[in-house]
């Protein structure tokens, strides 16, 4: 993301809608949070896909500290999420990963999410517009919540 996008970003108010998303999430939006040593060290959130009238769901977001990287934690919070899209009744995800961050879209490759070709590269947010360049990542969903492959 751009520096002037980042140090605008207000802190307070941040901080404020997080926790609202996590005390009262949306219908059909979950967030999980992945603890070490009683400290947060990731968290991710997933719900029906942003921009689309199908029935896909979307995995939002999944962040990690750099200090749990290598750990498995990523990959416990990845299969998490993949479970409650299942839950939520979809059966295929979606998520959006910058076509720069090799290491991300290795991972994501390497948990069964595959490019389907699409990119987008304008975002907007908060009075902001700037240039991404995203890949979209999709991925078939167990109908009864576990984490197998379909074939």
């Not at 968290?43 to 750099?66: D, K, Q, S, T, W």
């Not at 990959?75 to 999420?81: D, G, K």
Request: hydrophobic content about 40%; charged content about 30%; aromatic content about 8%.
């Amino acid at each position: 993301m751009p520096d002037d996008f980042l140090d605008a970003l207000d802190e307070e108010a941040r901080a404020k809608r997080w926790y609202e998303v996590i005390a009262r999430p949306k219908p059909g939006r979950r967030v999980v949070v992945a603890l070490a040593d009683d400290a947060i060290v990731g968290f991710a959130g997933v719900g029906p896909a942003r921009g689309e009238a199908g029935e896909r769901g979307e995995l939002y977001m999944i962040n990690l500290a750099p200090a749990a990287w290598g750990r498995g934690i990523g990959s416990e919070l990845l299969v998490r999420c993949v479970k409650d899209l299942s839950a939520l009744g979809h059966r295929e995800a979606i998520l959006w990963v910058l076509r720069q961050n090799a290491r991300a879209r290795r991972f994501y490759e390497r948990e069964g999410w595959q490019h389907d070709g699409d990119r987008r590269d304008t975002i907007g947010e908060n009075g902001f517009t700037f240039e991404v360049d995203e890949l979209r990542y999709v991925r078939a969903l167990p109908p009864d919540g576990t984490t197998a492959a379909l074939s």
